[in-house]
């Protein structure tokens, strides 16, 4: 069986600088003052291979963060991950494309929303989102 994990982040990266939003794997540089962004991390699998072939299961999760001053809706968020969704899991039968590998399904296994307020009644709003692949190694 081969490593998959960093041409499914290049896949991410590629797949999320589509939409137009900076995106980063792990974590934002420290000098970033964009009004969104986008991190994904926290790539882990697991071994679902049959005696033939060489399959996982990953998951990942893509987190995106909106800052307004004030009052923060929440709509760039939902906007941003409408963004994400077209970008990695349009429908079922398009999927995001990895180097050396079939992806064969697809799934949002968690959406969770979380607000917070920073310093200077600046008002972030975050999404976790995480899709669970299942894969084929070529």
């Excluded at 299961?57 to 893509?62: A, L, R």
Aim: hydrophobic share 35%; charged share 20%.
């Amino acid at each position: 069986m081969n490593d998959i994990n960093y041409q499914l982040r290049v896949s991410y990266k590629t797949a999320l600088d589509s939409t137009g939003i900076p995106s980063y794997y792990q974590e934002a540089p420290p000098n970033v003052k964009h009004d969104q962004y986008i991190i994904f991390r926290s790539i882990s699998g697991r071994d679902e291979s049959a005696k033939c072939g060489a399959d996982v299961k990953t998951s990942v999760t893509v987190e995106i963060h909106t800052r307004q001053s004030v009052v923060n809706s929440g709509s760039l968020a939902d906007l941003a991950a409408d963004l994400v969704f077209g970008a990695i899991y349009p429908d079922k039968s398009n999927r995001i494309q990895v180097v050396g590998a079939d992806v064969l399904a697809t799934e949002m296994t968690m959406d969770e929303t979380i607000d917070w307020k920073v310093n200077g009644g600046e008002k972030w709003i975050s999404r976790y989102i995480t899709f669970q692949h299942y894969i084929n190694i070529l």
